[in-house]
């Protein structure tokens, strides 16, 4: 069945610092890509998407490219912030039933 | 637009005991899924509501049900309550599934329900 792996965490970087989160997955067919964020205390919020291969997903400074010949959707930003820090979900979606599967999350602290 | 509501926000209730959570879904939304967040088997999907028909199901015990009303409103139920029931409920709405491509899903603050 499809699945997603993601990096364990926590990632500790320090505010300007070049982010990458890994994100790999396995599906039948052509899933769509999806990165949610949730902060302390809050639900999902969808951070970025994209729905078929090559295709690069960018908010707020964060991109993620759907990379089908190697079934990764990495996420990256080029200088994170003290108000980065959460936990980020890589989660796909795909067949004929309104379901995402997620990734276990990743927890990421910035220190200022 | 008001965003997805869930209520109560937390509740503490005792093994063996029932227990019922709300949703009130985005205005024109159609759709509410209900996800269990827990730290150790990460975020799994329970089930889809659609037109108050269940169109999906995860792979959880009977214990856990669910319903949507008319208005879209949808309340899930999980009966016999157990310690590893503890988890935060998450609930998300989309306007509606399955018309081609990916509708997203909206996801609402959730519901800490601890078992004692």
Known sequence: ?112 | KAGVTQTPRYLIKTRGQQVTLSCSPISGHRSVSWYQQTPGQGLQFLFEYFSETQRNKGNFPGRFSGRQFSNSRSEMNVSTLELGDSALYLCASSLDPLAGGYNEQFFGPGTRLTVL
Not at chain 1, 16 to 33: D, K, Q, R, V
Not at chain 1, 66 to 74: C, D, N, P
């Open chain 1, 1 to 112: 069945g499809n699945s997603v792996t993601q990096m364990e965490g926590p990632v500790t970087l320090s505010e300007e610092a070049f982010l990458t989160i890994n994100c790999t997955y396995t599906a039948t067919g052509y899933p769509s890509l999806f990165w949610y964020v949730q902060y302390p205390g809050e639900g999902l919020q969808l951070l970025l998407k994209a729905t078929k291969a090559d295709d690069k997903g960018s908010n707020k400074g964060f991109e993620a490219t759907y990379r089908k010949e190697t079934t990764s959707f990495h996420l990256e930003k080029g200088s994170v912030q003290v108000s980065d820090s959460a936990v980020y979900f890589c989660a796909l979606y795909g067949g004929a039933t309104n379901k995402l599967i997620f990734g276990t999350g990743t927890l990421l602290a910035v220190q200022p």
